[in-house]
């Protein structure tokens, strides 16, 4: 064999066969014996060179044992996959990178030592084969992932039973301890390979002709927009694709994990990453969302842009939008538009500045012009089924009128309402064709 690391990752396969479960058990014990040796040689185990080379006189090793005392032998294409997977658990996420490899998996859910649940999009899901023998084992392979996060050490034990990290190729790991559920639980959120643009939303039904018009009219009369939804309901997707259309402006973005990627994938805008960090092991260092809000708005931004406000962050993105910072966006859980105003309100009243309703009121209805809702289809298809207008502000009420409204299993909605106000206003200085109404 060579050391070369260049080794094709070969297609996942699962079959329920002897050789399978051999190659499985070789691959596990021979990443212990390797994980072993590198305890005591740190230079060798920050190099993946070296690691292979360790692999390969391990593999031999392996291969002379097998044919001098007769052992389970593997053709060569099996061995190029053994070595992939013992490198994947010396170097990589372990059993997580074969999941990880399969491009149509979007959500990986696993609790336990039970067989893994993949989604692949559209409400359909599939199962896997477990990727641990034991819960216990599970617990180990994700602390084992949080000790080499990309953003530093991450805790994961009974002080820390919470854990939201990101991965190495930018999906987000979500972990709970024993104690906190029932049984360990591990959930991946993927990115998907190709960014989804407008234009793909509306090919693919998320945003009909009236909504796109209006979105994208907003985002050019550089309002200050919500996207609400449930989880999963494609916030982020929509977020993302509407900050597409931006061109020659400064964004800095605001997240607890990097999802947002405009970064890596915005060509014609200049964008600024910012990332929450949690306190180290020694519970020094944490970096909130609030902070960086605040931070952000001292780099100059024309659009300050939070992945997701559902904590004290909400106060200071608030304040973000109605500073001047126009054109911001971020997203919000709720089960409809309306909903949305409640929900800032209990964040802003949670927040250590312990804001009043009124004042939370008087806030949103001075910052925040659109809301945005997403709703999903009984079929799974992800649906922009309202848009809200801010209006401003009553007492303890947000004063807000529904623009645009569509049933979630319907192919179109309509416009109901005429834009009115500063929303109005905003839209008729791009061009947004005002005169529908007259």
């Not at 060569?76 to 999941?99: F, I, K, M, S, Y």
């Not at 089960?335 to 312990?354: D, G, H, M, T």
């Not at 009128?401 to 979630?408: F, G, I, K």
């Amino acid at each position: 064999m060579t050391a070369t690391n260049d080794v094709p990752r070969l297609a996942p396969t699962f079959q329920d066969g002897p050789d399978e479960a051999a190659l499985r058990t070789t691959a596990v014990a021979l990443a212990g014996r390797i994980t072993e040796q590198l305890i005591t040689d740190h230079d060798r185990a920050a190099d993946p060179e070296s690691v292979g080379r360790l692999v390969d006189a391990l593999l031999e090793e392996r291969a002379r044992t097998a044919l001098i005392r007769g052992g389970v032998e593997f053709t060569a294409a099996d061995e190029a996959r053994l070595r992939r997977v013992v490198l994947d658990h010396v170097l990589g996420l372990g059993p997580l990178e074969e999941l990880l490899a399969e491009p149509e998996v979007q959500n990986i859910h696993i609790t336990g030592n039970d067989p893994v649940t993949v989604d692949l999009g559209g409400g359909h899901r599939e199962p896997r084969p477990a990727v641990v023998d034991t819960d216990a084992a599970l617990v180990s392979l994700v602390q084992r992932i949080a000790a080499r996060a990309p953003g530093g050490e991450r805790r994961f034990d009974t002080a820390a039973p919470i854990l939201s990290m990101e991965l190495k190729d930018g999906s987000r790991l979500s972990a709970v301890m024993p104690g906190i559920a029932a049984r360990p639980t591990v959930t991946i959120r993927r990115h998907p390979a190709r960014y989804l643009r407008l234009g793909d939303l509306a090919r693919a039904g998320m945003v009909d002709q009236a909504a796109r018009d209006l979105l994208v009219a907003a985002v050019r009369a550089r309002m200050n927009l919500l996207i609400s939804g449930a989880t999963n309901a494609g916030k982020t997707t929509l977020l993302r694709a509407l900050a597409g259309t931006v061109e020659g402006e400064r964004i800095i973005t605001v997240e607890d994990a990097l999802e947002l990627g405009l970064h890596r994938h915005l060509t014609d805008v200049n964008v600024v990453a910012l990332q929450g960090r949690p306190a180290n092991i020694e519970g020094l260092g944490e970096v909130t969302l609030a902070e960086l809000v605040r931070a952000a708005l001292r780099m100059c931004p024309d659009r300050v842009i939070v992945g997701e406000t559902r904590g004290p962050e909400t106060i200071a993105l608030l304040n973000a939008m109605s500073m001047g910072t126009d054109g911001s966006m971020s997203t919000v859980h709720a089960s409809s538009s309306q909903q949305v105003f409640a929900k800032l309100a209990a964040y802003c009243a949670q927040a250590p500045e312990r804001m009043t309703p009124s004042a939370t009121a008087a806030l949103v209805g001075a910052a925040v012009h659109l809301v945005v809702h997403i709703d999903v289809a009984p079929d799974g298809d992800r649906v922009v089924t309202s848009v809200r207008q801010v209006v401003g502000s009553q007492g303890e009420q947000v004063v807000s009128d529904e623009l645009y409204t569509r049933e979630a299993d319907e192919p179109t909605g309509e416009m109901v309402c005429p834009p009115s106000g500063q929303v109005g206003r905003h839209l008729a200085r791009v061009g947004y064709p005002m005169r529908r109404w007259a």
